[in-house]
């Protein structure tokens, strides 16, 4: 299956895991669940899942607006409910009056729990927070999660229906731009100078899809996630083609502070 000249050489791993998940659906005939994926993850499962004449690939992160989302490889006679995805919905009580929580908080300190990034779908920050863990670290995260930022928290597990929505407002936005070179993305997603965003990628601000990246000459694709230092996030929506003048037109939303 020569596949790994459509993605980044830095995604091989990720491929090669795949391909194992779909060999092993195809060959046994049975369903493969994944960890948890971003976006671009699941653009790469997705296509090489298309390359199984047999097998289909289902998403679930929780709800539609999900970022993160767990995938099983299956033949194409399975259709999966929602157990089947083993992931929990917890919510997250703590001192509201007293201390402010963020994403980058619960992260963190999740994080400090020795459970992987790829273990944790979501986490949503509303006037209530709730996260997604795959199931099996249902029972650890409630006896170790005590403690965020110093104020004592009490978590509980619900339903997915009365999962919440967040309040971060993404803002879309098209674009022209000369090429696909991360500088000139960042340029245009900062609205700042090709110098500024030349400075930011190689001072190691700028990741793109969890990946610290300090190539100024890296090529983003479309479903790319990038993290910029001191701005915020943004998405790489579709690579709408040329245009008259030979330029790219993109399609991109931000999350910025």
Known sequence: MDIYQHFRK??????????NK???????YQPVLTDFLDPREQFILKTIVGRFDTLEVHFFGGDEQSERKRAIVAPDYFTPSEEDYEMVLIELKYPSKFVNLTHRNILGTIMSLGIDRN?????????????????????????????????GIKLSTIPFENMIQSNEHWLTHDVTV??????????????????????????????VNHREIDAVDFIVEENDL????????????????????????????????
């Open 226 to 257: 990038l993290s910029i230092k001191g701005y915020g996030r943004a998405v790489i929506v579709a690579n709408n083609g040329e245009s008259k003048k030979g330029k790219l037109r993109i399609t991109y939303r931000t999350l910025f502070k």
């Open 178 to 207: 000369s090429a696909l070179r991360l500088d000139v993305i960042v340029k245009h997603i900062t609205n700042t100078s090709r110098a500024l965003s030349k400075k930011l990628i190689e001072g190691k601000r700028v990741k």
């Open 22 to 28: 779909c060999e092993i659906a195809d060959r046994n």
């Open 10 to 19: 830095e995604e091989k791993e990720d491929i090669d895991l795949f391909i």
């Open 119 to 151: 273990q944790l779908g979501d986490i949503i920050v509303n006037d209530r927070i709730q996260f997604i863990l795959t199931k099996r670290f249902e029972s650890y995260i409630m006896l170790e999660l005590t403690k965020i930022k110093g104020a």
